[in-house]
T-cell receptor
């Protein structure tokens, strides 16, 4: 079945630095790759997504890159701010929804 | 747009009782909704896929007789935890599909079984 590995599990950066979170998957049928941000006790919120026909998508300080050959996609956050602190999940949408284990991002002021 | 609500937001019940959680898509119709369970500091675990007008599809290891799912309309799915036990205490989140792959999450329901 589908499997997705997310790294790192925790990430601590200084305000203004960049953060990169990577997910590696095994299901070649997947064609939609979203990223979610979840603050403590709240719902996951879609922050960016990418489909398999493009390699990169950017929305202000957030970007997602996709390498279908190597089967990984990454979330890039530039100029991090304390409010970016949250848990980030990748998701793999193929025949079944599979979430990564999550990355706790802490942005230190 | 794409708002999903859940009710209640939190509930405390006694062991052995049943609890019903509602998930509603407020501004769109959803033929497919999902139910997740989340433990503290862990990822979302998919419990079941709820399809309007048909039986839910449960993930391996999820007891269908314990977690009853009903998707009677295009805007409402319910999850009933039957004969709840303390180990069922968790954060339950639903989501609804807006397009082919895009899902939007409800705010979650925190269940505590005493």
């Amino acid at each position: 079945g589908e499997n997705v590995e997310q790294h790192p599990s925790t990430l601590s950066v200084q305000e203004g630095d960049s953060a990169v979170i990577k997910c590696t998957y095994s299901d070649s049928a997947s064609n939609y790759f979203p990223w979610y941000k979840q603050e403590l006790g709240k719902r996951p919120q879609l922050i960016i997504d990418i489909r398999s026909n493009v390699g990169e998508k950017k929305d202000q300080r957030i970007a997602v890159t996709l390498n279908k050959t190597a089967k990984h996609f990454s979330l890039h956050i530039t100029e991090t701010q304390p409010e970016d602190s949250a848990v980030y999940f990748c998701d793999l949408s193929g025949s079944r929804l599979t979430f990564g284990e999550g990355t706790q991002l802490t942005v230190n002021p | 747009g794409a708002v999903v609500s859940q009710h209640p937001s939190w509930v405390i019940c006694k062991s052995g009782t049943s609890v019903k959680i509602e998930c509603r898509s407020l501004d769109f119709q959803a033929t497919t909704m999902f139910w997740y369970r989340q433990f503290p500091k862990q990822s979302l675990m998919l419990m079941a896929t709820s399809n309007e007008g048909s039986k839910a599809t449960y993930e391996q290891g999820v007891e269908k007789d314990k977690f009853l799912i009903n998707h009677a309309s295009l805007t409402l799915s319910t999850l009933t935890v039957t004969s709840a036990h303390p180990e069922d205490s968790s954060f339950y989140i639903c989501s609804a599909m807006l397009a082919a792959d895009e899902q939007y999450f409800g705010p979650g329901t925190r269940l505590t079984v005493t």
